[in-house]
């Protein structure tokens, strides 16, 4: 594929997103999801809170501690925020690192 391709500040390839919806056959908005990374602070440890912006319909959430990949804690979500919380195997650190990715609820 040629052309001439940019990036905004976000990283995000605009040119090749506009391709790549137009083949989906269906134009994705920005505004039907969102996505971040949060890093716990120590005051988080029981739990953290974070706000998408968005009424939240699904989710995808994955922890990372020391570099490694967690599978063993609670999420919840209440209209705009994903809650993750402490369980019996899993314990928030400061320094943890929640990759998260929320749908707009339709």
Same mark, same amino acid.
């Given at each position: 594929?040629s052309?001439?391709?940019?990036s905004?500040?976000?990283?995000?390839?605009?040119?090749?997103?506009? /391709?790549?919806? +137009?083949?989906?056959?269906?134009? !994705?908005?920005?505004e039907?999801?969102? &996505? $971040?990374?949060?890093? *716990?602070?120590?005051?988080e440890?029981?739990?953290?809170s974070?706000?998408?912006? /968005?009424?939240? +319909?699904?989710?995808?959430?994955? !922890?990372?501690?020391?570099?490694?990949? &967690? $599978?063993?804690?609670? *999420?919840?979500?209440?209209?705009?925020?994903?809650?993750?919380?402490?369980?019996?195997?899993?314990?928030?650190?400061?320094?943890?690192?929640i990759?998260?990715?929320?749908?707009?609820?339709?």
């Amino acid at each position: 594929m040629s052309g001439n391709f940019y990036s905004d500040n976000t990283g995000y390839n605009a040119k090749q997103l506009n /391709i790549q919806s +137009g083949t989906m056959g269906k134009s !994705v908005a920005f505004e039907s999801f969102k &996505f $971040g990374t949060h890093i *716990v602070s120590s005051a988080e440890e029981t739990a953290v809170s974070i706000k998408t912006g /968005i009424t939240v +319909g699904g989710f995808i959430v994955q !922890v990372y501690k020391s570099g490694e990949l &967690f $599978g063993s804690y609670d *999420v919840n979500v209440s209209d705009e925020t994903i809650i993750v919380t402490i369980n019996d195997d899993y314990k928030l650190t400061n320094g943890d690192v929640i990759y998260w990715f929320a749908f707009v609820k339709n």
